[in-house]
Every structure is written in structure tokens, then in C-alpha cells.
């Protein structure tokens, strides 16, 4: 069974890559769109952060963003989060193939 912070992981990735090229989110709204509690989504996120997953901007402007590509990220490399059970394909085929059927879990 894929643990909470695994599935979270996964929805605020897929949230983030959905926006990709579109700036920087807020972690509130992430939080909020994706249905993940604030105070939990910002640990994962400063995980995803040091992961080389995402970067974040302080100030005005500011919030996450992925580093590079949706379909360039392969979800099993996200094995470091306990995140074992992660599908092995890129970011962009979770949205459209793996996303679908994750959301039995939720």
C-alpha cells in the first residue's frame, strides 16, 4: 500500500506538472487543489526540494516549481520518500496513465 506522503508526493507533482511553464505555485493553492493538508504538503515539498524535484522562490512571484520537464522526471527515482511502490514512468505518462488509477487509493 502506498504510504500518505507517497500519494501526496505524487498529487502535488502531478499538480505542479499540470502548471508547468506557467510560474510558480503558491503551496496553499497546491494544498488546496490537491486536497493535501498545508503543514504536510510543505515538508514533502522541501523533500521534493532537496530531491532535485522542484524550486521554490521567496517573495512576491514566489512558490514551486518543477526543475525540468514533466515527462523528463521518472517517478520511481522517488523511492527516497519510502515512495517504493512508484510507478516506473515519466511524470507527463503519470498525469494521462498512472494519476487515474492512483486516485483509487484517495
Known sequence: ????????????????????????????????SAHIPKKFLELILLDLKRGGYVQSKPGAGGGYRLVQEPKKIVMSDTAHWDCK???KCSLFLAV???????????
Open 1 to 32: 500500500m502506498m504510504s500518505k506522503k507517497c500519494k501526496y508526493a505524487l498529487k502535488a507533482l502531478v499538480r505542479l506538472g499540470n502548471e508547468f511553464g506557467k510560474g510558480n505555485l503558491l503551496t496553499g493553492d497546491i494544498a488546496k
Open 96 to 106: 494521462f496513465l498512472v494519476l487515474p488509477l492512483v486516485r483509487s487509493f484517495f
Open 85 to 87: 511502490e512508484m510507478p
